[in-house]
């Protein structure tokens, strides 16, 4: 049987985390981060070509990343973050690339990190995260995310999709 090859992303506009995956094998994980100083228009389309660089590079057969959330209210943030996932839709549509879209509250249930606050989520998530895959990300809970993201992806997703 083939390897299959996941990418699993946490995006957001400055700093958007991934992490890759052949099966369920943690294999790789990073960042892709926009100047913060540019329009938002401008840095969306500067994170979409930063995470299509890493799609070009990785060449995954699924893809996996995080729904887009209200956060506190904060309708222009959430707003950037859709018309960024939207442009990723478009990238791995164009490519042929399989993906799913997973609901914050999905994956974090399935981590066993969805009660508290979001930065308690975090906390866990981090803490989770680096004692399973023996790895540490020197409190980066984006990359913690990604992985969170990745886990959730191989071990309950590729069940039922590939």
Known sequence: MDVIKVLAIDQASIH?????WNDSELIKYGTVTADKKIKTHLRIRQMSVGL????????????????CQLQA???????????LQGMLMDVLYNKGVQFDIVRPS???SFLGVA???RDEQKAKTLEKIEKKYEVELDGNDDIADAIGIGHYAVNKLLEVEL
């Open 73 to 83: 209210g904060n309708a222009a943030t959430f707003q950037v973050l859709c018309q």
């Open 16 to 20: 958007s985390a991934y992490s890759v």
């Open 115 to 117: 009660k508290g606050k």
């Open 52 to 67: 299509m660089e890493i799609i070009n590079e990785i060449e995954p057969d699924y893809v996996v990343f995080e729904d």
């Open 106 to 108: 999905v994956w974090k």
